[in-house]
């Protein structure tokens, strides 16, 4: 078991924490995807809040090289579909840009769009890349944080759903900043909403830290760059521009809702699996599933949801369908399959998945249960 602990806050370098779970739980190193049932070993799970900027992050992280290990991330279904391009018409409303490096782009499905559409040079810094070759792609196959500056500048950076995956936001900032790029724009999930709705994303074995948009934007700002342009998506992500600028005047680094926010995302989760729970064991007769096979649902199971009495996962995307989620002894199947189902002894629980729920076929015989009902 390989792991390590924070002793030092990620956002702004205080070294002074409280728990904010009595004792530790555990969860899996991974939201991998296997054809066998492989199963990594768990880990101890606490969140820690700084008492120094309020920001909530997980105490102890994973090897990177097992919560990174093999990609569960795919552009399946409409929301994705979507997202992807009004990101993509985000950036190119910005005729300044040249050249762009992304980071962390293992298909390239964002670069391959623009360069096909533009006449921008496009460089990726990702180790594992298995995306398609184009004359105006080059691959830098390293880690953004060991990569030479000089090989990666460009007058764009781009992070799609990247930035809340470091382990330490300050170094990269710090790596931004020397590099110096003109715009750094972001496709970032929005937590906000996320926290105050149980859309279940937030503090899991990938995205370790909790911070409000407001200490996001004083964080870039305190690294040089000014928040220029942002869209709102549906609730589920905020694309963000942030350009260099010189003399900003330093903002404060402080989260203002997140205490109560983190406290009341906890109880209203472990609610949720509790009732869950005991609407199970009081109907023993049926037959249970959850959807998605993602983090939305492993975040209940991390939080007492007894995975055992589901008899498997489900989702739509190809790419899941016939596979194991790490951890979890359970084979993901086809919902719109498992939809058509005569047997009306079985019962689907639909997890905190936010705008993917409404991607979903809920015409049906087959029992449909909201996290909302079991608030």
Given at each position: ?375
């Amino acid at each position: 078991m390989s792991f390590n602990e924070r002793y030092k806050c990620c956002i702004c370098n205080n070294t002074t924490f409280k728990n904010i779970l009595l004792e530790n739980i555990k969860i899996s190193q991974s939201l991998n995807l296997f054809e066998i049932d492989k199963t990594n070993e768990f880990i101890p799970y606490n969140i820690i809040e700084c008492k120094k900027c309020n920001s909530s992050m997980i105490k102890y992280l994973a090897d990177i090289n097992i919560v990174y290990g093999k990609n569960h991330i795919d552009a399946y279904g409409s929301v994705k579909s979507e997202k992807h391009t009004k990101f993509k018409n985000f950036i190119l409303q910005n005729k300044d840009i040249k050249t762009i490096c992304e980071i962390g782009a293992a298909t390239g499905d964002l670069a391959q769009t623009i360069v096909s559409e533009s006449y921008i040079e496009y460089k990726i810094i990702e180790p594992n890349y298995r995306g398609k070759q184009y004359e105006k792609l080059k691959i830098i196959k390293k880690y953004f944080e060991n990569a030479d500056k000089e090989e990666i500048k460009a007058d764009c950076l781009i992070m799609s759903d990247v930035f809340e995956h470091f382990y330490n936001p300050l170094d990269a900032l710090k790596k931004i900043q020397e590099v110096g790029y003109k715009y750094v724009i972001l496709n970032h999930p929005d937590f906000d909403y996320a926290i105050e709705n149980n859309h279940c994303i937030i503090l899991n074995i990938e995205h370790t830290f909790q911070i409000e948009h407001q200490l996001l934007f004083n964080l870039y700002n305190n690294y040089g760059y000014n928040l220029n342009r942002r869209y709102d998506f549906k609730n589920f992500s905020l694309f963000l521009e942030f350009k260099k600028e010189n003399n900003l005047i330093q903002r404060p680094i402080k989260n203002i809702n997140t205490s109560n926010n983190i406290l009341n995302y906890i109880k209203n989760i472990k609610t949720i699996t509790g009732n869950i729970n005991s609407y199970i064991n009081n109907n023993i007769t049926r037959e249970y599933y959850i959807w998605p096979c993602s983090v939305h649902s492993t975040t209940l199971f991390l939080f007492g949801l007894d995975y055992t009495k589901f008899k498997g996962i489900l989702d739509n995307s190809p790419n899941k369908i016939n596979n194991y989620i790490d951890g979890y002894n359970l084979l993901c199947g086809s919902f719109n399959e498992m939809i058509k189902s005569e047997n009306k002894k079985i019962t689907i629980i639909i997890s905190g998945a936010n705008a993917y729920i409404k991607e979903l076929n809920l015409k049906t015989e087959v029992e449909i249960k909201m996290i909302e009902n079991f608030i």
